[in-house]
């Protein structure tokens, strides 16, 4: 019988040098990628946007790499597309609600105040265009501007990387899967099925609640645009993209998130009407009836259980979304749904089988 001494010392000349290579190789990747940990993270988010359709593609006879492409060019590229301008256009309305007039802007822009004496003839404007030559405060906006455009093409070489990555994890997803499970994992079916929990509940939260939040916002401007087009005068619903980007975002608050939204439009419209016409208030019940009744009723039997099922709790995604930003930055918003589902899946399946363990005979522990 070989003493524990000389088998502790067995061990690390045969593989204890390959685990402190593993460390130290481990430490430089992470110090070598962490400035761009916000981007893979991004990559991982579109891998499972994207890896639905192309499954469904390569099942219909295109090759994994054909499939990758097609779902990256004609789907997952302009559901970005999508996601951007939806965002840049409620940024453009929520900054337009404080433009109440060309005077006040004016205003902001002449400290003086006087908008009255612009100046508008050829003597009056050379001085001001001489003043603003030699302010040095243009300087800075050049600069401004530079570092703009620096920041703009940095940002679009990232995102290029992060599509990149995202087709070969996409296009060898079946590969990395089979060299994990063959040659990581081996026969350990506690840790395989942990794994696929995980990738279960990535994918609900990434493909089913985004594309659930995303249909949200459409349907309900579409809505929203078409209850407009038989509104009384006076009483039409303002702002319909920022409020149906609000409804699709408050979706996710559980049981009340969109009651919030149609009980503020509502009650917005029934005092518009009482001020102005109250013969125009059958339009704010109309309104209750068509998007609390008959909309959330599609939203809640067919649309979410279609898209995003129920793996986790709304209350859980809310937070992991909402405490994600504050916590990681730009890229927590993706980040954090990662960690939830790690973490709930964990707390699950894992935490309940080591609590018990102990309590068992020895020797019928469950393999990890």
Do not use: K
């Amino acid at each position: 019988m070989i003493p524990n001494g000389d088998v502790d010392a067995e061990w690390f000349r045969s593989r204890g040098w390959w685990w402190a290579f593993a460390f130290a190789l481990a430490i430089v990747l992470i110090a070598a990628l962490s400035d761009y940990l916000g981007w893979i993270v991004f990559g991982v988010f579109l891998y499972y946007v994207a890896r639905p359709v192309s499954r469904r593609l390569h099942q219909r006879g295109l090759s994994s790499g054909t499939s990758a492409i097609v779902t990256l060019v004609l789907v997952v590229l302009p559901f970005v597309g999508v996601l951007f301008v939806v965002a840049s256009l409620a940024i453009v309305q929520i900054a337009t609600l404080e433009l109440t007039d060309f005077d006040a802007v004016l205003e902001r822009l002449l400290p003086d105040g006087d908008t009255d004496e612009l100046p508008t003839t050829d003597t009056e404007l050379y001085p001001v265009a001489e003043d603003l030559a030699t302010d040095p405060r243009l300087a800075t906006v050049g600069q401004w501007l530079s570092g703009l455009v620096g920041r703009f093409l940095t940002a679009s070489y990232l995102l290029f990387v992060t599509f990149l990555f995202a087709f070969f994890l996409v296009r060898d997803e079946r590969r990395l899967g089979r060299w994990l499970r063959t040659e990581i994992v081996g026969e350990r079916p506690n840790v395989t099925t942990y794994l696929r929990n995980v990738d279960a509940g990535l994918q609900s939260v990434f493909f089913g609640y985004t594309l659930t939040i995303l249909a949200i916002v459409l349907l309900a401007g579409v809505v929203y645009a078409g209850l407009n087009a038989i509104a009384p005068a006076g009483l039409e619903i303002p702002q319909i993209l920022l409020l149906a980007i609000v409804t699709g975002l408050a979706s996710v608050i559980p049981l009340v998130g969109r009651n919030i939204v149609y009980a503020s439009i509502v009650g917005y419209l029934a005092l518009t009407a009482i001020r102005t016409d109250p013969t125009g208030l059958w339009f704010p019940v109309a309104f209750y009836v068509v998007m609390g009744v008959f909309f959330d009723g599609i939203i809640r039997t067919y649309v979410r259980p279609t898209l995003s099922g129920r793996m986790f709790s709304t209350g859980l995604i809310l937070f992991a979304y909402i405490l994600g930003p504050p916590v990681f930055g730009w890229y927590g918003i993706f980040l954090g749904p990662i960690i939830m589902v790690v973490t709930v899946v964990f707390v699950q399946r894992q935490l309940p089988r080591l609590l018990h363990t102990g309590q068992r005979t020895s020797g019928t522990g469950d393999r990890d």
